[in-house]
C-alpha cells in the first residue's frame, strides 16, 4: 500500500519533489499546496497535478506531508502537520531558530509521528560509496563553492550551503563540538555571501569549512584525513578517492609506493575505487523516509539531527 503524501510549496525544489514522489513506487502523490496564485496556477496547467484550496484540506488528505516552503514558514506548517497525526518530511535548513527545532522535535514525540530533515548529501552516491570506510577522521577540508544565483541570497551562505556539510561532518564525527571560530564577507547581498568555518571536537577532530556563492566555479569537495587514509568526496562530479597506507612488504615490488619516515618505518601508500552506484538522492531520501515509516524505525536523517546542524551553523553565524 503506498503512503499518500502530499507537497507544501512548489517552488523550484517543490516541483522537483512533486514529480519524483509522483513516480515512487512508495508514495501516491495527492497534490500540493502553494499560496501564490500564479505559480499554482501554472504548476497545474503545466504538469496536472491536484491544487489544494488550504494547507489544511492537503494534510487532511495525506499520510505524509512534505515541506518545501521557504525556512520562515517551516515551523508553522510542521506544527500544523505533526498536530493532525500526520509524518513529517522537512526540506534543510529545518527551521528558521533553533528554539523551533526543538519545539518541533518535541511535538513529533507528543503526537508519535516520523520526521526526516532533508540533508541530501547524506544520500550522495559518492559518500554512500566511502561513508563506511570513515571512521575516526581527525582533520576534514570542506569547500562548496557556488557561482552567483540571485534565488537564495536571501539567507547567509551558511544556512545556504554550508550547513550540507555541516550535517554531513557531524554524521561522521562521534564527537561533541567543543569551539568554533568563523570569519564571513558580504560582497554582493546583504547577508554573508563567503564564511570560512574552523569546528574543533572534543576528541581533537577539526573541521575546517568554506563556503562561498560568488566563486568563478562550482565545487562541493571533501577531505577526510584519518589514521593511515585520505578519503575524497567529489559531491559534485559524484567522485571519490581513497589512498591508504599499510606495512609495507619485506621486498617492494618494482611499482610499490613506500614511505619512511625519521623514525624508519617504513609504509606502502595503495589506492582504492570503491563502486558508486548512481542513484536520484532526493528520491532516495524521500523513500528512505516511507521505509522508517512503513517499518517504525528510526529516519536516516533524524530531526534531531537536523536541529545539530542549524545550532552549529547559528553559531557560525553568531561569530
Known amino acids: 500500500m503506498k503512503l499518500k503524501a502530499g507537497v507544501l ?7 522537483i519533489h512533486l514529480r519524483l514522489l509522483n513516480q515512487s ?32 484540506a492537503l494534510i487532511a488528505a495525506c499520510e505524509v506531508v512534505d515541506v518545501v516552503t521557504p525556512t520562515l514558514f517551516h515551523f508553522a506548517c510542521a506544527e500544523k502537520i505533526i498536530k493532525a497525526g500526520r509524518h513529517l518530511f522537512i526540506e534543510k535548513p529545518i527551521a528558521t531558530t533553533v528554539e523551533e527545532a526543538e519545539a518541533i522535535i518535541a511535538l513529533a514525540k507528543e503526537y508519535k509521528v516520523k ?9 550522495n552516491p559518492a559518500f554512500l560509496a566511502v561513508r563506511e570506510q570513515i571512521h575516526e577522521p581527525m582533520f576534514i577540508e570542506a569547500h562548496r ?3 552567483f544565483n540571485p534565488r537564495g541570497t536571501d539567507v547567509p551562505v551558511v544556512l545556504d550551503l554550508m550547513i550540507h556539510d555541516i550535517d554531513v561532518i557531524l554524521s561522521v564525527v562521534k564527537s561533541k563540538v567543543k569551539h568554533i571560530s568563523a570569519s564571513s564577507a558580504m560582497v554582493i547581498s546583504h547577508s554573508p555571501d563567503i564564511t570560512n568555518a574552523r569546528i574543533a571536537f572534543e576528541n581533537g577532530c577539526v573541521a575546517n569549512l568554506t563556503a562561498s556563492r560568488i566563486s568563478m566555479k562550482n565545487m562541493r569537495k571533501t577531505r577526510f584525513f584519518q589514521k593511515d587514509a585520505y578519503i575524497s568526496v567529489d559531491f559534485l562530479e ?3 578517492e581513497v589512498v591508504k597506507m599499510k606495512e609495507a612488504p619485506e621486498v617492494p615490488g618494482d611499482f610499490d609506493m613506500i614511505l619512511q619516515n625519521a623514525e624508519g618505518e617504513r609504509r606502502q601508500i595503495y589506492f582504492e575505487h570503491p563502486e558508486i552506484h548512481n542513484n536520484n538522492a532526493i528520491l532516495d531520501e524521500l523513500e528512505a523516509f516511507a521505509e522508517a515509516i512503513r517499518t517504525d524505525s528510526t529516519p536516516r536523517v533524524t530531526l534531531e539531527q537536523g536541529t545539530e546542524a542549524l545550532r552549529v551553523a547559528k553559531q557560525i553565524l553568531s561569530l
Open 238 to 240: 559524484k567522485k571519490v
Open 9 to 15: 510549496g512548489a517552488g523550484h525544489l517543490g516541483k
Open 115 to 123: 520526521g526526516q530533515v532533508g540533508h541530501v548529501e547524506r544520500f
Open 145 to 147: 563553492l557556488a557561482e
Open 25 to 56: 513506487e512508495q508514495y501516491e502523490l495527492m497534490g500540493f499546496y502553494d499560496p501564490d496564485e500564479a505559480n499554482a496556477q501554472k504548476v497545474v496547467q503545466e504538469f496536472g497535478y491536484h491544487r489544494f484550496d488550504s494547507i489544511e
